[in-house]
């Protein structure tokens, strides 16, 4: 028979155990970018653009964006304000689009296709790129730049790119991802 405290005894190391194991199930979660963003429900992959067009603003509040997941499957976009977002979550490329009418294009003649293809590597990753694109109209018609992308992941790496562009076609194409 046991006795009152030996019963007391084992329900404390029960109990003990049991909050052990709680704290590490809460600790998984919250600090395990792999676990943690299984959960997300929201964006996974999520680009905010802004446009310089000789030294002037390109206003992209009211643009939409597309989305297709490798080359074939649709995905659901939110779009506001130059910021593109998807759920993402499998592993692939990404490809935005986001057409700029030419007539928000001031010293442009033709519309803007912009293009931006992510390749997601890690199905746990949460990313928000801010994309900086600087333009200038030349002689030529065609419009030169610069493009800044600074990627920062859910598990705090931060990925900096930086290139010189040349629009000669009306097509802007951007590449970056993990």
């Known amino acids: 028979m046991i006795g009152l405290s030996e019963m007391k005894n084992k329900l404390i190391a029960l109990f003990i155990v049991l909050i052990m194991i709680m704290v590490g199930i809460v600790f998984v979660v919250l600090f395990l970018p792999q676990v943690r963003n299984r959960f997300n429900k929201g964006g996974k992959i999520t680009v905010d653009v802004n446009i310089l067009l000789n030294e002037k603003e390109v206003v992209l509040s009211d643009l939409n964006a597309t989305c297709i997941y490798e080359n074939s499957v649709s995905c659901d976009v939110y779009s506001k304000d130059g910021r593109y977002s998807t759920k993402g979550g499998e592993y692939g490329l990404y490809s935005f689009e986001v057409i700029i ?15 931006l293809n992510y390749i997601n590597a890690n199905d746990w990753n949460n990313s ?3 994309c900086n694109i ?15 992308l600074d990627t ?14 040349v629009i ?11």
Do not use: A, C, H
Not at 106 to 115: P, V
Not at 168 to 178: H, P, Q, S
């Open 152 to 165: 920062i992941y859910n598990n705090k790496d931060n990925v900096k790119q930086e290139n010189e562009i």
């Open 168 to 178: 000669d076609d009306g097509i802007l194409e951007l590449n970056w991802g993990i």
């Open 128 to 130: 928000e790129t801010i």
């Open 101 to 115: 009418p030419k007539e928000q294009l001031d010293g442009y003649d033709q519309d803007l296709i912009l293009k």
């Open 134 to 148: 600087n333009l200038v109209s030349n002689t030529k018609g065609n419009l030169v730049g610069t493009y800044y």
